[in-house]
């Protein structure tokens, strides 16, 4: 475990390999590590260093109980790249994590040479909203459904039909999600982020080039958000993967990260 003071605050990183650098931004209420099984590997047996760590209000980076803004997320991503020299850099995000990256390529470019941005979308729609204000409401309520029910759930809103279609996968699914700790204060604060004004048209400023990955079955982020990142951004591809829900880079991992290491190649 590695750490940084970054804004007042102190996070928490992790190095893994050598060579070319690649900073890996997670999404929301989800901690660094969930990189580590498929991501990872593929990235260091391909010759790249990936840097993976915690948002704040995750812990064991600092928790910001007294609150903390999206700006405050992406000023973190920046002190991060800085402290560590590791400018100009790849980023890879998903869901949350892509819209940081996509604000950095906006505020500090020279710190960026490309990134792969995942899951993503450039404005609000009604039902991002209505599911970040269910959770809220719940979370707020004090209510804690049980662990099983809240497992259903999350695997109906993150994974694929072609996923849950399989028994053996959508058990594994269910236990894995179970096991999952309810959100806390700072993961309650994210969940403020899904709110956000329409950023398409600031996206066409973006000078650097992106591969833009959406998930079929996407639920939170569907590929028609996705799309209209793709077209905003003047150098952005832009590729659909099939039968993968919100958690399709765990859905299916050796796709996405042939596509993440064959963009990340075009650079080396």
């Excluded at 970054?6 to 997670?26: C, E, K, Q, S």
């Excluded at 040479?113 to 979308?121: D, E, K, P």
């Excluded at 204000?133 to 039909?161: C, I, T, W």
């Excluded at 204060?185 to 959406?214: K, N, S, W």
């Amino acid at each position: 475990m590695a750490w940084m003071h970054a804004n007042g605050i102190r996070l928490h990183y992790d190095v893994h390999g050598t060579g070319d650098p690649v900073v890996m931004v997670m999404g929301s209420a989800a901690k660094g590590h969930v990189w580590n099984e498929y991501q990872i590997p593929a990235l260091t047996e391909n010759g790249f260093r990936a840097v993976t760590f915690d948002h704040r209000g995750l812990p064991p980076t600092d928790e910001c109980v007294e609150g903390f803004t999206f700006d405050d997320l992406v000023r973190d991503t920046v002190s991060l790249v800085e402290e560590l020299g590791l400018g100009p850099v790849r980023l890879v995000g998903t869901s949350l994590g892509a819209r940081i990256c996509q604000e950095l390529m906006l505020t500090r470019p020279d710190l960026v040479s490309g990134a792969v941005l995942m899951a993503t979308r450039g404005r609000a729609d009604v039902m991002g909203l209505a599911m970040a204000a269910a959770e809220k409401e719940l979370h707020d309520s004090g209510m804690r459904p049980p662990p099983r029910y809240a497992a259903m759930v999350r695997a109906l809103q993150n994974l694929s039909p072609a996923t849950l279609a399989q028994p053996g996968p959508a058990s594994d699914w269910l236990d894995i999600l179970a096991m999952g700790a309810p959100p806390g204060r700072g993961a309650r604060t994210h969940m403020e982020f899904a709110e956000m004004p329409d950023r398409l048209p600031a996206y066409r400023d973006i000078q650097r080039p992106c591969l833009v990955i959406a998930f079929a079955d996407d639920r939170i982020n569907p590929p028609h958000l996705g799309r209209e990142v793709a077209k905003s951004i003047p150098r952005a591809e832009f590729e659909v993967i099939e039968d993968c829900g919100h958690y399709g880079y765990l859905e299916a991992p050796d796709q996405v990260n042939e596509r993440i290491i064959q963009f990340l190649r075009k650079g080396v």
